[in-house]
């Protein structure tokens, strides 16, 4: 089993692009291609998926 990453580690993995460069590389602009948001709050961490309900983080057409 993998170590647990911290609530740093954790939230990291959302994209790092701002909501136009996702755009214009045909992303998502919510999401960044990654089809879920990573999120730790009150020591619990929660992996949701995209509430724009891309295609696997592709943007919508």
Sequence with gaps: MA???NDQQW???NGR???GEATARGLCWCCS???FL???FGGKQ???RCPER???GKAKR
């Design 17 to 19: 692009l701002s909501p």
């Design 54 to 56: 891309c295609d696997h």
């Design 46 to 48: 929660i992996k949701t």
């Design 33 to 35: 291609g990654n089809g």
């Design 3 to 5: 170590p647990r990453m």
């Design 11 to 13: 939230e990291a993995q």
């Design 38 to 40: 990573f999120s730790a």
